[in-house]
């Protein structure tokens, strides 16, 4: 496909391609500028905080259509499908890579993905995706070695669906795409698993699956328009959100999507969110300052509130719909970046906390692990900045300005 090919096809779309200075693509889903109080009558009536980057409101934002992959080893990352999701890096190698692209491009940030939670919200959007070794846990069962299965049952194998012809025992020796006699093809459930991760004959799914590559209902509200894969594959890093000693910490607005925007541990660009006594405002604070919003647990229940939490090292969790606030007036900014459920949601996901000492960085949506766990909603404070593995990705994004 020759450039203005890739051009005409995104724009059917509406998707925006950028290049990199080699000229080497990247699809992106454009979203215009909206205001909160569009979403849910409850918040307020300003510039959502994803579109404002530096004091400057822009018209539109970018988010990548797929997972972070790469042309090359170790070289920047893409948004492109059927590609490997690159996984095996930590927060800030990951930053690195999407930055490394070029122009305005950097890491999907807590305020763009705030901004789809409450899409999802507004829309009554359900999430799917591979949160199952390759499929999604709602599909059926996946196929395993040694179980003796029955004439009529159905096993997922590498994103479909097949039905049993004879029962046996399943072996290496008859695995469903090389046995027609007892095993028939079916339906497309799942996505194209990443071949080099279903070496193990223990584990013939795999883990994460090709960018794009799953069903319909694996794009973001089933539209081919807009983002895949947001929900499973793997935990992507969210930008511009961390937790220190149980303490929320957020760069202002969206400013941390500028790609010159010190993320580090050690910045001093983190402020804390602290409430407004008489109205859902809030004023962003030297970290520390006291009153500040935490995550805590609370009569066995994850809670938002203005103390510290009891440093148990626990990992604890609850579903994104059952969080609690117990500030008298919850600060609107919670909502907008999707880390507080508005009333009567059912945004889908779950929310993990480890509440010990040290900073935890986030990542949204859910793994290949997770199960039911997963959602646009997902949210997870287990780990610190230089834990890697399969079950992390990323996601670029990028300005749009007027």
């Known amino acids: 496909m020759d450039n203005s090919s890739l051009e005409k096809f995104c724009d059917t779309l509406g998707n925006v391609v950028l290049r990199d200075a080699e000229g080497s693509a990247s699809i992106f889903v454009r979203h215009p500028k909206q205001n909160s109080i569009e979403f849910d009558a409850s918040l307020p009536d300003h510039v959502h905080p994803a579109f404002i ?8 934002l970018l988010i990548g259509k797929y997972m972070g992959s790469e042309l090359k080893s170790g070289g920047a990352h893409y948004s492109l499908p059927n590609m490997p999701p690159k996984g095996g890096m930590n927060y800030d190698a990951f930053l690195e890579k999407m930055r490394a692209f070029g122009g305005d491009v950097s890491g999907l940030t ?16 359900l999430t799917y995706g591979n949160d199952n070794y390759g499929a999604d846990y709602r599909a059926g069962t996946g196929f ?104 929320i910490q957020i760069l202002p607005d969206n400013n941390a999507a500028d790609p010159a925007a ?8 983190w402020k804390a969110i602290l409430p407004h006594a008489n109205d859902s405002g809030h004023d962003l604070v030297d970290p ?46 919670l909502y907008e970046l999707g880390l507080c459920p508005l009333p009567g949601t059912n ?23 997770v199960s039911q766990h997963a959602g646009i909603a997902s949210l997870y404070f287990y780990h610190q900045r230089g834990s890697a593995g399969a079950y992390y990705g990323g996601r670029s994004r990028s300005r749009q300005k007027a």
């Open 347 to 369: 945004v889908d996901g779950t929310v993990y906390v480890k509440l010990s000492q040290g900073e935890f960085v986030a990542r949204r949506g859910g793994s290949h692990t």
């Open 110 to 125: 807590i305020a763009d993905h705030g901004l789809l939670v409450l899409i999802a919200h507004k829309m009554g959007i």
């Open 288 to 333: 520390g300052t006291s009153g500040t919003v935490h995550f805590t647990w609370q009569n066995g229940k994850l809670t938002l509130d203005t103390v510290a939490p009891a440093f148990e090292s626990q990992n604890r969790n609850a579903p994104f719909k059952d969080i609690v606030s117990k500030m008298a007036h919850t600060p609107a900014i």
């Open 262 to 269: 010190d993320l580090s541990a050690s910045s001093t660009l």
């Open 53 to 60: 980057v530096n004091g400057v409101t822009d018209p539109a």
């Open 144 to 247: 395993t070695l040694n179980k003796a299965v029955s004439q009529g049952e159905k096993r997922i194998f590498r994103g479909w669906e097949y039905t049993c012809l004879k029962a046996h025992t399943t072996s290496e020796e008859l695995l469903p795409c090389d046995a027609p006699d007892y095993w028939e093809k079916g339906k497309h459930v799942g996505g194209t698993p990443v071949k080099s991760q279903y070496v193990s004959a223990s584990n013939f799914n795999g883990y994460n699956t090709l960018t794009g590559s799953g069903p319909l209902e694996w794009f973001f509200n089933s539209d081919p328009c807009l983002e895949a894969d947001l929900h499973g594959n793997a935990a992507e890093q969210v930008y511009g959100l961390r937790l220190v000693d149980g303490e």
